[in-house]
């Protein structure tokens, strides 16, 4: 294993805006950072970015070398010229699937296509039950032992008192858990961004009885050792209240205000949807396509004026149930993940901003990340999940949009048809009142609960 390296944002940031006097220093362990990209990134380097006008020090412990699929060079410029970012090279298993996969014959295949309930092919078979029964609580706890020798040595020297770890993965709160076994009087804050023993992805793999009880066991020490715990839904909270037996607080995620400035909203050429983010059998648009096809049966003529774009990781059985459908595949296309001041800006050219709960029980609490910046866009919401949820409570508070049970494939397709209407008119998308889910805001409750 090669030496630890740290890094400031840039080298050409003026000493100008760096904090001169802060008081307090935090310790970050997180697994995602960047430059990789999408949705796990966001929260804690949004954080980051705001904890020094908080009077926080944020020191960021991340891997050197992490296998993510997506990579967003952009989002360097978020990091502060505070923030001390150490990595330390990490091991993952993943390039022993990848090449076990082209040895067999075939391309490697994506994470969403190892995320499926149903048949699995051999390949998905062996390395689902390896992951769910041999790397437990996931594929990077191998980092465990390494970093906790390594932060050790961090946390004194630099005198730290506070730590966060935020997962998934939840290998990082297993560092945590050593770290606090070896210092008690450190104060450490778990940030739990889904669930750990009842997260639905673990219903994907071939998790045997042990398997369940080593995570709910690990889970169990992780929320009774820690000093505060955090996790992003009501319904969160109450679940890990009761697996935990302790208080739990609420921080959602939420969207930066930064990221918007200068975004204008245009009329679109033709009726634009969009779908941003993953897309695997948890979260299945079928429902929603299907309730679109029926639209289309029904008035052949809208298809001239409606396009549907799902920008990010689709997994290959969606795409070929779009392609199998003529009428969907001339209106459909399908982008790949794209840097996240692009991806913003598309949210001023887009009319309907589709939202997708994960179908599981856990759906009441599903606020994925892009939910929040979906708010801030000002388009209109349709969200597909259960109609008394989380989301669902936020949309009715906000008036920005509604979210249709997958079940109800007519009363999709009317609030769709009504919004091609008011698009028809001219409406564009409005302001609202979401200041209370801004990062900046949130990161000063964040820093309320830091002590």
């Not at 969200?383 to 494939?409: C, F, H, V």
């Not at 698009?423 to 200041?435: I, K, P």
Request: aromatic letters at 10%; zero cysteines.
């Amino acid at each position: 294993m090669s030496a630890l390296s740290t890094s400031h944002r840039n080298p050409e940031t003026p000493d100008a805006d760096v904090h001169p006097k802060l008081q307090k220093k935090v310790l970050i362990v997180t697994y995602y950072w960047p430059p990789s990209g999408g949705s796990g990134v966001q929260r804690w380097l949004k954080f980051v970015k705001y904890l020094p006008t908080f009077g926080w020090q944020p020191y960021v412990f991340t891997p050197e070398n992490p296998s993510v699929e997506i990579h967003d060079e952009s989002l360097l410029k978020d990091i502060p010229p505070e923030a001390e970012v150490i990595r330390l090279p990490i091991w993952e298993p993943y390039g022993l699937f990848r090449k076990a996969s082209s040895l067999a014959g075939g391309k490697a295949p994506s994470q969403t296509d190892f995320v499926t309930t149903g048949k699995k092919s051999l390949l998905q078979s062996v390395t689902s039950w390896i992951r769910g029964n041999v790397f437990i609580p996931d594929a990077r706890v191998f980092w465990v032992k390494p970093s906790v020798l390594v932060l050790s040595d961090i946390l004194k020297s630099n005198h730290i008192s506070t730590l966060v770890t935020t997962g998934p993965p939840h290998s990082m709160h297993l560092i945590g858990l050593k770290l606090k076994k070896l210092n008690p009087s450190l104060r450490w804050i778990v940030d739990l961004r889904d669930p750990w023993s009842e997260w639905d992805f673990l219903d994907t793999l071939s998790l045997t009885g042990w398997a369940r009880r080593k995570h709910r066991r690990l889970e169990r020490e992780v929320l009774q050792a820690a000093d505060r715990v955090i996790t992003i839904a009501p319904y969160h909270v109450d679940r890990f209240e009761r697996l935990g037996g302790r208080k739990v607080d609420l921080i959602t995620n939420g969207f930066d205000q930064a990221d918007f400035i200068g975004i204008k909203r245009k009329r679109t050429a033709r009726f634009t949807i969009r779908h941003i983010g993953m897309v695997d059998e948890l979260r299945d648009p079928r429902p929603f396509m299907e309730a679109v096809k029926m639209m289309l049966d029904k008035e052949p003529g809208l298809k001239e004026s409606i396009v549907i774009e799902f920008i990010g990781a689709v997994n290959s059985s969606f795409q070929n149930f779009v392609s199998a459908e003529p009428v969907l595949a001339s209106i459909t296309s399908f982008r790949k993940p794209m840097p996240h001041a692009e991806l913003v800006a598309l949210y001023g050219e887009t009319d309907v901003q589709l939202l997708v709960l994960a179908h599981t029980f856990l759906a009441p609490g599903n606020l994925p990340g892009k939910f929040f910046e979906y708010l801030a866009s000002g388009n209109f919401i349709l969200g597909i999940g259960p109609e008394k949820s989380d989301a669902a409570a936020i949309l009715q508070a906000t008036k920005a949009g509604e979210i249709i049970d997958r079940g109800n494939g007519r009363a999709i397709m009317d609030v769709l048809k009504g919004q091609f209407q008011r698009w028809q008119a001219g409406g564009l998308g409005a302001d609202r009142n979401v200041e209370s889910y801004s990062r900046q805001s949130l990161t000063g409750q964040l820093s309320r609960l830091l002590g």
